[in-house]
């Protein structure tokens, strides 16, 4: 019995060196960068006044405070659902445009292609487009080639530091972090965080570039399920091209063979940052980048063949075009029950988080009864139970909030260092707690019940906004 070897899990990285290619989804690709870099870098210098007391950051992401600031929205710790809500609305996005149009994230989004981008676009300018950055791979390490090894690393540095910079500043003040971080005055953990966010992004978007997709994301694999033959992807029409060759004239004598559009050129391999080869179909690799399609189109204009033989294509089209017809309209690919169903589950997701943003109160109490012990007898025969109240006042400047207690019963309404009155000042955005005593009189049904039903009520007095929760007196049963 023969013993066959097993394949290996892990090929040696081969180097890719991708060629300049224009066209349309490259232009894309580039306003795709500059505007989502644009937002990573800048957006933590946006101011936004919030009022006194409040941060003036755009967008942070307060740990200290426990807060999330985003503009006008607030979040705070127990509205942690907003966050959530927001990883599941993005998880089924990923479903539905993988599902209608392929990895498009991948291929335009993803910040390991973005910064990749942006790593081979440096590495372009000093060293030269794909032949030129070849022959200095194959040269031996002379001065020439470390002077411009080490001035492409010192940019892809520069560019690693920026990133590693602009995610701690989303944490806090981004002007004070960047003083105290030229004075070597921040904390640690910021020098920490930068330093491996540097580091990361100096090995992953310059040396790992490939790597990183076929072997540390899960996401190619996970794609295999989100697609179908109905899905727009970037695909060969191999009915089209083969069979591949020159179109030399000897090619087109009468008794020779005849050819496909495809004049086996591969500029769609040399454009490829993945290094791989659209015409053999469908690969986990493929990121669906596009760059493909503007490098063959650039070769059939210039040999005089239609455009379109790598393509954004659904494969269920191949029979109709293989006979001649026409494909059907990408929006019959896109809308169809697959994405229909991603479709309305994100929506509804966003329309519940929409709902909730707008519909949550400025004012907020929890009410936490203390169980030992679980009620005390006074002088004079009545029930006394205690309770923590914690009010939360989400306006920019201090409340005056008025307490209450509401039963079948006559329960009364004691505020802790209060003697008179109900009423307590709450700062601004800030929890509160608050103890409060709710006494029933010795002969009251509260005081001869186990239990008795209530509800504590708060009052911005102010605006009149109320909120309320129930709770439970225990009195001593007979």
Known sequence: MTQTTPPPLYAAQEPVFPRKVSGKFRRLKWWIMLVTLGIYYLMPWIRWDRGPNLPDQAVLLDMAGRRFYFFWIEIWPH?????????????????????????????????????TDLFILVERWVE??????VRLWKAKWDFHKWRLRLTKWAIWLGIAMATGGAWVFYFTDAPTLARDLLRFDAHPIAYATIAVLTATTFIFGGFLREQVCIYMCPWPRIQAAMMDPDTITVAYRGWR???????RKAAQ?????????????????????MGIDIRDGQQMECITCALCIDACDDVMDKIGKPRGLIDYLALSDEPAERAGAAPKPVWKHILRPRTLFYTALWSLVGIGLIYALFMRSDIELAVSPLRNPTYVTLSDGSIRNIYDVRMRNKHAEARVFRLSVTAETGVQLQLEGHEEGRSILVPADKTFMQRVYVTAPRLDPAATL???????????T?????????????????
Not at 128 to 133: I, V
Request: hydrophobic share 40%; proline share 4%.
């Open 128 to 133: 030269g487009d794909r032949n030129a950055r």
């Open 450 to 460: 186990a239990r008795s039903d209530i509800r504590i009520w708060v009052e911005d």
């Open 241 to 247: 091209g083969e069979p591949r060759g020159k179109h």
């Open 253 to 273: 004598a009468a008794d020779a063979a005849p050819r496909g559009d495809c004049i086996d050129c591969m500029a769609c391999v040399n454009v490829c940052p």
């Open 462 to 478: 102010a605006t009149g906004t109320r909120a309320s929760q129930a709770t439970t007196f225990n009195g001593k049963a007979e």
């Open 79 to 115: 509205e942690f659902y907003f966050v959530a809500g927001l990883l599941v609305m993005a998880g089924l996005g990923l479903f539905l445009f993988t599902s209608a149009l392929g990895r498009v994230w991948c291929g335009y989004t993803c910040p390991q292609t973005v910064w």
